[in-house]
């Protein structure tokens, strides 16, 4: 079955620090790869996006890349904020509409002013 | 932007008991989805639903588990006879239709349900 390692947190930074939360993936077939980020005290939101080798997913200047022979699809930001502070998790999907999502365990993102 | 809603936001429970845990999806989705997530460990996958029946479950999502799209709007998930492990943040997702694995599932706030 599908299965997401992330690194594990808190991970700490400065603000405007670069960013790199690691994300690797096993599945079967080619999945779709997500992250999704978690504001304290909210539900999961969908940050970016990827669904083949290759393809960059962005969105609020983060960006992962969905690499398929290094099976990663690591999170990068160039410069954090302290609003950037959350929890972040990995995700991969595979199949058709109904197939559930395979999460990481997530990472603890603190960014100190 | 239209959202996903789930009721309560803290449920508290006795250990036996039956609990049912609401949703109400996006309006325009038709593949409903719940998850838990125990605290400190990785949110799980419990069950799929499409064209009232359920898709996909997993292995966690046993007998004690149903669920059930009651009108054109809720979607619950019940759980029958409570037991302490089921303690857990639980998240209803939606997606839309068609383009199946492309689609994203959006996810509501979760209900946090405590077993005594």
């Known amino acids: 079955g599908n299965s997401v390692t992330q690194m594990e947190g808190p991970v700490t930074l400065s603000e405007e620090a670069f960013l790199t939360i690691n994300c690797t993936y096993t599945a079967t077939g080619y999945p779709s790869l997500f992250w999704y980020v978690q504001y304290p005290g909210e539900g999961l939101q969908l940050l970016l996006k990827a669904t083949k080798a290759d393809d960059k997913g962005s969105n609020k200047g983060f960006e992962a890349t969905y690499r398929k022979e290094t099976t990663s699809f690591h999170l990068e930001k160039g410069s954090v904020q302290v609003s950037d502070s959350a929890v972040y998790f990995c995700a991969s999907r595979s199949g058709g509409g109904a197939d559930g999502l395979t999460f990481g365990k997530g990472t603890h993102l603190i960014i100190q002013p | 932007e239209p959202e996903v809603t789930q009721t309560p936001s803290h449920q508290v429970t006795q250990m036996g008991q039956e609990v049912i845990l609401r949703c109400v999806p996006i309006s325009n989705h038709l593949y409903f989805y719940w998850y838990r997530q125990i605290l400190g460990q990785k949110v799980e996958f419990l069950v799929s639903f499409y064209n009232n029946e359920i898709s996909e479950k997993s292995e966690i999502f046993d007998d004690q588990f149903s669920v059930e799209r009651p009108d054109g709007s809720n979607f619950t998930l019940k759980i029958r006879s409570t037991k302490l492990e089921d303690s857990a943040m639980y998240f209803c997702?939606?997606?839309?239709?068609?383009?199946?694995?492309?689609?994203?599932?959006?996810f509501g706030d979760g209900t946090r349900l405590s077993i005594l």
């Open positions: 997702a939606s997606s839309e239709s068609n383009t199946g694995r492309n689609q994203p599932q959006h």
